[in-house]
Nanobody, 125 residues
């Protein structure tokens, strides 16, 4: 069993930066793929970025390429990060961390077994 806790959300002006963290408890963190999804008001949850268990493979949705960076610490911190730069009002959403096993990495949310509660990111214009 894995429990996830996101942090780092908040209110920022357009052009600013935030770093989201997702701390995982439980065993075998380094064997799980991890991802970030987001859900804006009135919209479906959508894929943002994912990273393989090793950290060697990453994937981004086109809307955030060049602005967001996903990374992970498989050592003492057992944490996945999402560095968000050049934020835009359209990035406003609740951001969710997710993890799953038995696959390398994926943008399909149905594969992910564990989800955090979400953290709100609001970007003002």
């Amino acid at each position: 069993q894995v429990q996830l806790a996101e942090s780092g959300g908040g209110l920022v002006q357009a052009g600013g930066s935030l770093r989201l963290s997702c701390a995982a408890s439980g065993s075998s963190f380094s064997t799980y793929a991890a991802a970030w999804f987001r859900q804006a008001p009135g919209k479906e949850r959508e894929f943002v970025s994912c990273i393989s268990w090793s950290g060697n493979n990453t994937l981004y949705t086109d809307a955030v390429k060049g602005r967001f960076t996903i990374s992970r610490d498989n050592n003492a911190k057992n944490t996945v990060y999402l560095q968000m730069n050049s934020l835009k009002p359209e990035d406003t959403a609740v951001y969710y961390c997710a993890m799953g096993a038995k696959f390398v990495y994926s943008d399909y949310e149905g594969l992910y077994d564990y989800w955090g509660q979400g953290t709100q990111v609001t970007v003002s214009s």
